[in-house]
């Protein structure tokens, strides 16, 4: 079946870019999404990329996708410890409504 | 605006106790309607999501149960809880036909089965 990867723990020290890294195996994917989960809290939807799209930019996060490599990436400019927290990387292919979740990368923001 | 609320917030229940986990939508009408647990240390897992109302699809076969009563409610129950049953349960919708997909979350209840 369909399959998302993420890298589990990401450290950066406040004020530098994160990059977020996920890989993807379903071909159809029609959306990818990018979900932030603070503490004990409920994942809340940060932004996502229709697939015919290379990259998307809101404010401080890049999203960049390489259809070919199914490679997905969330860069967050000038991190602040507000940013830490846990990104869930998600897809969801064409008609489906049921989409696919990585494990999260837990995002560690450092002074 | 839509608004999604979950409750309990947090429970503590001893093993063979029953559950019931409540979950509601606001101002949106005929929302897929999802469950997921998150154990600790792990991704999401979804158990169960709901088309319509009585329309249950179960992903993990297991002790848990779904059951959708009203269009906008969606309630998680066990007649037995075990200790494998612990662990963060999120409620999501998503508005039937859209686009963009995406799911909206409830805050999460935190399940503790001792």
């Known amino acids: 079946g369909e399959d998302v990867e993420q890298s589990l723990f990401l450290s950066v020290r406040e004020g530098d870019s994160s990059v977020i890294n996920c890989t993807y195996t379903?071909?159809?994917?029609?959306?990818l999404y990018w979900y932030k989960q603070e503490p004990g809290a409920g994942l809340q939807l940060l932004t996502y990329?229709?697939?015919?799209?290379d990259m998307k930019q809101d404010q401080r996060l890049t999203v960049l996708l390489n259809k070919k490599d199914k490679h997905l990436s969330l860069r967050i400019a000038d991190t602040q410890t507000g940013d830490s927290a846990i990104y869930f990387c998600?897809?969801?292919?064409?008609?489906?409504?049921?989409?696919?979740f990585g494990r999260g990368t837990s995002l560690i923001v450092h002074p | 605006s839509q608004t999604i609320h979950q409750w309990p917030a947090t429970l503590v229940q001893p093993v063979g106790s029953p559950l019931s986990l409540e979950c509601t939508v606001e101002?949106?009408?005929?929302?897929?309607l999802y469950w997921y647990r998150q154990a600790a240390g792990r991704g999401l897992q979804l158990l169960f999501y709901?088309?319509?109302?009585?329309?249950i699809s179960s992903e993990v076969p297991q002790n848990l149960s779904a059951s959708r009563p009203q269009d906008r409610q969606f309630i998680l129950s066990s007649k037995k809880l075990l200790l494998s049953d612990s662990g963060f349960y999120l409620c999501?919708?998503?508005?039937?036909?859209?686009?963009?997909?995406?799911?909206?979350f409830g805050e999460g209840s935190r399940l503790t089965v001792l």
């Open positions: 999501a919708w998503r508005k039937q036909g859209a686009n963009t997909g995406e799911l909206f």
């Open positions: 379903d071909s159809s994917s029609t959306y």
């Open positions: 990329i229709f697939s015919n799209m």
């Open positions: 998600a897809e969801v292919s064409g008609g489906s409504y049921i989409p696919t």
């Open positions: 101002g949106t009408s005929n929302p897929n």
């Open positions: 709901s088309v319509g109302i009585g329309q």
